[in-house]
């Protein structure tokens, strides 16, 4: 990761250009735009790649352009490792994107596949978030691991084997108990913190003895270095910690006197307050984002439940940090991370679209196949369409025939029957026996309708 070139400082260019032209300045700040002519909210790092506007030197489109963004910002509850406050500019850009987001994840969804298919709460969609989250979660922080067998994992339910797996399960565990303490509405407190920190962290640490506090005076705090051993971000002193992190709880509550804070951009900024003051010795940015989903969900926004923000996080994990450096070099402005996390928002918000399409496709195909294949009744298809739904779903001749209400005799023959047609696989587990897909059901069953043309 490489560091962030911080701006010049701002007040030493309006003095510069007051002496050379008084009027010019006085022009830039009136016609001064906090975002390019493309609409991005650019960081002097990427501004002095570009060319300015209208004639403008580089030095006074950066001048016009902080003009505009302090004209705007509003002073933040959250303090910087300098004793500044952090601010934050609401832009267009940053409007249109949280308008966006309520429109799909807080309100009801038009498609009607989609709005069915999630309001069902049907077991391969619980896994969007609860699975895939607590994976990607996992992965994006070096769990030695692979999606498929974490997956398989905490779909069969078996114990984790290895310090990789506990952190995915870990993870999920996190995601359910934010999506517990959301809906009693009980305000976060310090406690809710540490609880969750524990349950992220619980048996993967070093010294179990760190799960679930904070870091203490005289520990050795958690800096970020560049590839060149520079630093690039330094906590804020262990003393600080307790209060900083009550201080977090009244504004995650909205306890406090900062005015009105549309609710995503609430919840990331406290994703962003733990990462900065990075409060543990291990598992801040899985406790972070576990906090960024309690506040979406207690904030109403019930599609935060199934999409992973971790899985686009993981896609480019230098622009994540980058979004943090740029805020502390250009006076601590969090308009920069505000920003990138809408866009990963919006992005898991398509994804989880694009996913939830296709499954929908995909279970229409199967299940239009099964009807093709001569000699399969209605249970026995059923349990193919539950089988694409959820890959990892295993299935039990006494489910099977308390769920159909039929004889045992019926469903035993009923699963045995699939997995002669080798669409179920068949294994003992301890002293009954479990199904399971065996593999593409689609080309299996096309294989089917073929050889019985």
Known sequence: ??????????????V?????????????????????????????DEMRHRTPPDGLTLDEWWVGTKASRNALARPLPLTGTDGHPFQFSNVDLVQEMVHRIDQQAGGRIETSDVATALQSRDRYLVSSLRVEEAITSSLLEGAATTRRVAREMLQTRRPPRGHGELMVLNNYH?????????????????????????????????????AGRLQVPGEERVVIIDRDFRVLHRPPPAEELPQRVEHLCAFANGELDEGFIHPVVRAI?????????????????????ALFYWSMLRSGYWLAQYFSISTILRKAPGQYVESYLKTETDGNDATYFVI???????????????????????????????LSVPGLNRRQIAVINAAQRDAYRSFTID??????????QSARTDLLKLEELGLLTKSRVGKRYEFRSSGDLSALLRS??????
């Open 448 to 453: 089917l309708v073929k050889s019985h043309a």
């Open 340 to 370: 990138y996390q809408l866009e990963v928002i919006g992005r898991a918000i398509n994804s989880l679209n694009e996913y939830i399409s296709k499954k929908t496709l995909e279970v229409a195909e199967v299940e239009q196949l099964a």
């Open 1 to 14: 990761m490489s560091k962030v070139l911080p701006p010049p400082d701002w007040y030493d260019l309006v």
């Open 16 to 44: 510069k250009l007051a002496g050379e032209n008084l009027q010019r300045l006085s022009d830039l700040f009136a016609t001064g735009k906090p975002v390019d002519n493309k609409g991005r909210y650019l960081h002097w």
């Open 174 to 210: 996190a995601m359910v108990k934010a999506e517990q303490l959301a809906q009693t509405t009980a305000p976060l407190t310090p406690d809710n913190i540490l609880d969750l920190h524990k349950v992220v962290t619980e048996g993967t640490l070093e010294d179990e003895r760190d």
């Open 269 to 289: 900024l406290i994703h962003f307050w733990i990462g900065h003051d990075h409060p543990f010795v291990d598992g801040n940015g899985r406790t972070a984002r």
């Open 399 to 408: 489910e099977h025939m308390t769920q159909e209400q039929v004889t045992y």
